[in-house]
DNA sequence: TCTGGGGTCCTTAGGCTG
DNA sequence: TCTGCAGCCTAAGGACCC
């Protein structure tokens, strides 16, 4: 039975710049750059931008040397998210079966709709005018019958465009593109399969999939055979939690927070003030999901982008400021650079926190101490600042030794 | 005075245990 | 007591996504 070409993949045309200015006729014609600020990389850039080969992911350093007139403007998040859902509600009053990836994108799968709203192309043109009309930011619409391929194909209708790719038509389509432009090959594979000389996907598709397997390893090779011949997921995950979080989903994996520092830093009590910084992010998150986790991870990068992580698993799972930082500046000195011995530390540019092994926390009313458990001022301590912070904002309490 | 921050998933290696 | 093995867990790192 050969399944319907049912799935749109709905993308935003450059969504942070879109909305940024959407309000501001007077940037519409020029070059506008969101994020790339001090040692960071270019969120999303307009059109006239573009034109400069601003791209984004780009650093903000190379995008302000390509294109030096350009508007520099930081995300506003208070902006976006609430477009960002004002837009899912459109998408659901098509149908209910959407599947949110991140802030600007989202699956639907319009099956159900075909009776009320015509067949998927003409779904994809109406919510393109819907959006249009009513949130002013243009966007790109593929349709497909797997994931991937409905993706494949939003990228190339960009800008302002709808593309079909029905499976009939996929190996013409798709196979003389370069095996790169799959959703799910990134630089590191696709440079992997040129060094073999499988350049295009048509390429790897006639390859054998047991030899991709051997080479890319069992669970890579497999999908990538799935991608190449557009037989990957065609169901969708409705309520998809979204990369950033944003989701309606509740994500168990970990939660984390790393900050570029300003310049880069040899001296330990300045590392220490930053871990600390993000430890009390990172708890104050968890306690706002009502999560806790049970492995904590630091991340350091140093000035020559050599990045390393290093992680322990707690006695107890933990929502405590105190906990994870503790744990942290264990795992920060058992590295060894501030040893009395050592003269002179490596700069580090990057650290990070990250908190592993979520899941919900038992409430506390019934909840047995466990053995030697420490003293509870701490997370008496860390509802009162969470109290405090909830009225006044992040900057009315700070630890002294953040001051 | 180049290269963010938030995640997920997979692979690999080594230690432990039965 | 020693060895080999399978299975599990932990830790580290890499790749990928937006």
């Known amino acids: 039975m050969t399944q319907p070409t049912n799935l749109l993949h709905v993308d935003m045309d450059a969504f942070y710049a879109s909305v940024m200015i959407r309000d501001r006729p007077d ?120 994931v991937s391929v409905a993706k494949l194909a939003s990228r190339r209708a960009k800008p302002d465009g709808v593309l079909t790719i029905p499976p009939e038509r996929f190996v013409e389509m798709v196979h003389p593109l370069d095996v790169g432009e799959l959703y799910g090959v990134g ?66 994996g970990s939660m984390g927070s790393q900050h570029t520092l300003a310049a880069d830093v040899r001296d330990r009590d300045d590392l220490l003030r930053e871990l600390l910084r993000l430890s009390s992010r990172v708890a104050a998150r968890l306690r706002a999901a009502d999560k806790i986790g049970t492995t904590v991870a630091i991340t350091i990068r140093y000035s020559d982008f050599r990045t390393i992580s290093r992680s322990r698993k707690l006695p107890e799972p933990t929502d405590v400021t105190q906990d994870v930082y503790d744990t942290a500046v264990l795992l920060l000195d058992a590295l060894g650079h501030w040893a009395p011995d050592v003269s002179r530390p490596p700069a580090v540019r990057l650290v990070g926190v990250r908190v592993e092994g979520l899941r919900r926390r038992v409430p506390e009313a019934g909840r047995q101490l466990a053995l030697g458990e420490r003293d509870p001022g701490w997370p008496d301590a860390d509802r009162a600042i969470d109290r405090a912070t909830g009225r006044f904002g992040h900057t009315a309490v700070r630890r002294g030794s953040l001051l």
């Open 187 to 252: 630089e590191s594979t696709r440079e992997r399969l040129h060094k073999l000389g499988l350049i295009t996907v048509g390429d790897v598709a006639k390859f054998p999939v047991d030899q991709l397997r051997r080479m890319l390893g069992r669970h890579l090779g497999g999908h990538l055979h799935s991608l190449v011949w557009g037989t990957d997921r065609t169901e969708l995950h409705p309520g998809g939690a979204g990369t950033w979080g944003f989701g309606e989903g509740t994500p168990e």
């Open 27 to 146: 940037l519409h014609h020029v070059p506008v750059i969101v994020g790339g600020g001090h040692r960071g990389v270019v969120l999303a850039a307009n059109y006239p931008a573009r034109a400069y080969g601003v791209r984004s992911g780009m650093s903000g350093y190379e995008a302000r040397r390509l294109c030096p007139k350009a508007v520099v403007m930081p995300p506003d998040f208070e902006l976006l998210v609430p477009v960002s859902k004002a837009i899912r509600e459109t998408f659901r009053s098509f149908t209910p079966v959407v599947e949110v990836v991140s802030l600007d994108e989202a699956f639907l799968d319009v099956r159900g709709a075909a009776r009320l709203f015509g067949p998927p192309e003409a779904i994809a043109q109406r919510i393109r005018s819907r959006i249009r009309a009513e949130h002013g930011i243009p966007c790109s619409v593929g349709i497909a019958r797997s």
